[in-house]
C-alpha cells in the first residue's frame, strides 16, 4: 500500500468538512431536485463507501448503523436495495450531527486499517480506499454544485462565501484557434497510476485534421447567441434540445437573471452582473451544441480534446483557488483554460472504449453501467478538486443537463 495513502484519506476527509463550513444546519438537508443530493447525503454516503467496500471487508467491527447500508448505498445493487435517490431530502434522520459522528468514527476505523495492513491484502485494500477517496473527490464537487442549485432556488439568492473579485482590468484573449493533423493517435489512461475504469484502455483512435479553440467561450459571446435569438430558432438546436427549450422555457444559461434590464448571474457568491470575459457557465450539452452551430463551428470529440491536451501542465482553478466560480482567461498565448474553470461537453457519447471491462463485484457498477444517454465532459471546474484531474478523465452527464459547472470549447474542421 502507498505509504502516503493514510494521509492523503486524512487530508481528502478534512477537505470535505472544510467545503460544509459556511453551511448552516439547515442546508445540509435540502434537497432541489431529484439530480442533487443533501449535503448531509454526501457527507455520510462518502463515508459508507468507505465502510462497505473498505472495512466490511477488511476488518470485523460491525456496521456503525445497519439501517445505514440501504439509506447511504447510491445505486450498488449487488450489496442491497439503495433509498430511492429523489427521496434523500424526505430523511430527517439521522440528523446532521449524527451524520458527522459517523464519519468520525469510520474516519477512526480507518485510520487503523491504513495503519495496519500488511503486505498480503495492502494492494487491493489500497486499491479500494484510492478509489474510495477519488469517489469522496467527485461528491466534493456535488456538495457545491448541488447547494448552488439549493441556494438559487431561494429568492434570497444566499451567498455561499464571499468570492474574490476579479482583477480589475482582466478581459479575456482574442479568439485563436490552434490546428491538429490529425491521424492516429493514443488515447485514454495506460500505466500503474490511478484512474477510473472508464479511461481505460488505452487505444488508437483516428483523427481528421482539426481546430479548437485557446479558451473557452466567453458569456459575452454566449450573450451575443441570446441576443440574436438562438432561443428561438429551432434550426440551430438538435430536435430533443429543441423540446427542452419549449418544454422548460429556457432563454438562457442557469443562474442568469434578468434584473433591471441587465443580466446578472447567480454564483456561489450570490448574485453579480454578467461579467462578458468570463467563461460561459452552466449550459447544457444542447446550448452548447447549438451555439456551436450558430458560430459555425462544432464542438470537439473527446479524442480531439484529449489530444490537444496531452503534455499540458494542470493549470486552472480548481477547488483549493477558493473562488469557485470560472476566472478569465489570463491573456496567455496558446492553449489555456483546459483544467478547472468549467467542464468542457464534448461531441463524444459516454460509450465503453474497444476493450473496456468493468471490474468483477459490486465496484463494476461504478461506471460501466452508464454508458449510455450521456455525453462526455473534460478538463474539470472550478469545483474540481485539483489532484483529481487529468488529460485522460471522462465525466458524464445526459444532453440536458444544466446544474454542473459546465461550459464550452468549440472545434471545427480546417478551412480549405
Ligand atoms: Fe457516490
Given at each position: 500500500m502507498p505509504a502516503d495513502l493514510r494521509e492523503r484519506y486524512a487530508r481528502m476527509r478534512r477537505l470535505t468538512e472544510r467545503l460544509c463550513e459556511p453551511l448552516a444546519v439547515e442546508d445540509f438537508v435540502v434537497q432541489s431536485m431529484p439530480d442533487a443530493s443533501p449535503t448531509r447525503w454526501h457527507l455520510a454516503h462518502t463515508t459508507w463507501f468507505f465502510e462497505r467496500f473498505a472495512l466490511a471487508r477488511w476488518q470485523s467491527d460491525r456496521?456503525?448503523?445497519?439501517?445505514?447500508?440501504?439509506?447511504?448505498?447510491?445505486?450498488?445493487?449487488?450489496?442491497?436495495?439503495?433509498?430511492?435517490?429523489?427521496?434523500?431530502?424526505l430523511l430527517t434522520r439521522p440528523t446532521v450531527a449524527q451524520v458527522f459522528e459517523y464519519r468520525h468514527a469510520v474516519d477512526q476505523r480507518m485510520d487503523r486499517l491504513l495503519g495496519d495492513l500488511g503486505h498480503a491484502d495492502g494492494q487491493e485494500a489500497g486499491a479500494v480506499v484510492e478509489l474510495g477517496?477519488?469517489?469522496?473527490?467527485?461528491?466534493?464537487?456535488?456538495?457545491?454544485?448541488?447547494?448552488?442549485?439549493?441556494?438559487s432556488c431561494n429568492p434570497q439568492l444566499p451567498a455561499y462565501r464571499q468570492l474574490p473579485t476579479p482583477a480589475a482590468g482582466s478581459s479575456s484573449p482574442s479568439n485563436d484557434w490552434s490546428g491538429y493533423d490529425g491521424g492516429v493517435v493514443e488515447i485514454g489512461h495506460a500505466g500503474a497510476s490511478f484512474a477510473f475504469d472508464n479511461e481505460r484502455p488505452r487505444h488508437r483512435q483516428l483523427l481528421q485534421?482539426?481546430?479548437?479553440?485557446?479558451?473557452?467561450?466567453?458569456?459575452?459571446?454566449?450573450?451575443?447567441?441570446v441576443n440574436d435569438g438562438g432561443y428561438r430558432r429551432p434550426e440551430l438546436w438538435l430536435s430533443l434540445g429543441w423540446s427542452m427549450v419549449r418544454d422548460e422555457g429556457w432563454e438562457a444559461p442557469l443562474y442568469w437573471i434578468m434584473r433591471d434590464g441587465d443580466w446578472h448571474q447567480f454564483s456561489l457568491g450570490g448574485l453579480h452582473r454578467l461579467n462578458p470575459d468570463e467563461p460561459?457557465?452552466?449550459?447544457?450539452?444542447?446550448?452548447?451544441?447549438?451555439?456551436?452551430?450558430?458560430?459555425?463551428?462544432?464542438?470537439?470529440?473527446?479524442?480531439?480534446?484529449?489530444?490537444?491536451?496531452?503534455?499540458?501542465?494542470?493549470?486552472?482553478?480548481?477547488v483549493e483557488s477558493e473562488r469557485y466560480h470560472p476566472a478569465v482567461a489570463d491573456g496567455e498565448r496558446g492553449m489555456t483554460q483546459l483544467y478547472g474553470e468549467a467542464w468542457q461537453w464534448t461531441a463524444s457519447p459516454y460509450t465503453p472504449y474497444p476493450g473496456y471491462m468493468a471490474p468483477p463485484g459490486a465496484l463494476g457498477e461504478y461506471n460501466g453501467k452508464f454508458m449510455c444517454n450521456q455525453y462526455v465532459l473534460r478538463g474539470g471546474s472550478c469545483v474540481t478538486p485539483t489532484e483529481h484531474m487529468r488529460a485522460t478523465y471522462r465525466n458524464f452527464f445526459p444532453p440536458e443537463t444544466r446544474w454542473q459547472f459546465a461550459g464550452i470549447r468549440l472545434a471545427r474542421d480546417p478551412r480549405k
Open positions: 456496521p456503525f448503523d445497519p439501517v445505514y447500508e440501504s439509506l447511504f448505498n447510491s445505486y450498488y445493487n449487488s450489496v442491497g436495495e439503495p433509498f430511492p435517490r429523489a427521496r434523500r431530502g477517496i477519488n469517489h469522496e473527490q467527485q461528491h466534493q464537487e456535488l456538495i457545491l454544485t448541488d447547494i448552488k442549485h439549493a441556494f485534421p482539426f481546430e479548437i479553440q485557446n479558451r473557452l467561450v466567453t458569456s459575452g459571446e454566449f450573450l451575443e447567441f460561459a457557465c452552466h449550459v447544457s450539452f444542447f446550448e452548447a451544441d447549438a451555439f456551436a452551430r450558430w458560430s459555425g463551428a462544432r464542438l470537439p470529440t473527446e479524442g480531439e480534446w484529449e489530444h490537444a491536451a496531452a503534455g499540458a501542465a494542470l493549470r486552472g482553478s480548481f
